[in-house]
Nanobody, 120 residues
Framework: QVLLVESGGGLVQTGGSLRLSCAAS????????MGWDRQAPGKEREFVAR????????AYADSVKGRFTISRDNAKNTVYLQMNSLKPEDTAIYYC??????WGQGTNSWGQGTQVTVSS
């Protein structure tokens, strides 16, 4: 099993910054990709960013490109999401996720979520 714990959410003004962290534990050696999704009130969960465990490949939603940066620290089994130039529409619960192999087949785990609120 892979367990994920997010931290770093909070309340920030428009234009401000936050850094989210996601610490993985358990079968971390089987993780091949991690990322962040978010869910705003009344909306469906949406993709934000993801990164390969090697760090060679990263992808972003168009809505956050140029403002958010995903990175990872393999030694700490932690993935970060640096969020700059925040907007009220970034307000959401942010969920960390990990894709990993169990008995050779892909599966995924999710964290409990961390609230990000951007005031106008």
């Amino acid at each position: 099993q892979v367990l994920l714990v997010e931290s770093g959410g909070g309340l920030v003004q428009t234009g401000g910054s936050l850094r989210l962290s996601c610490a993985a534990s358990g079968r971390t050696f089987s993780i091949y990709r991690m990322g962040w999704d978010r869910q705003a009130p009344g909306k469906e969960r949406e993709f934000v960013a993801r990164i390969s465990w090697s760090g060679e490949n990263a992808a972003y939603a168009d809505s956050v490109k140029g403002r958010f940066t995903i990175s990872r620290d393999n030694a700490k089994n932690t993935v970060y999401l640096q969020m700059n130039s925040l907007k009220p529409e970034d307000t959401a619960i942010y969920y960390c996720n990990a894709d990993w192999l169990r008995w050779g087949q892909g599966t995924n785990s999710w964290g409990q979520g961390t609230q990000v609120t951007v005031s106008s």
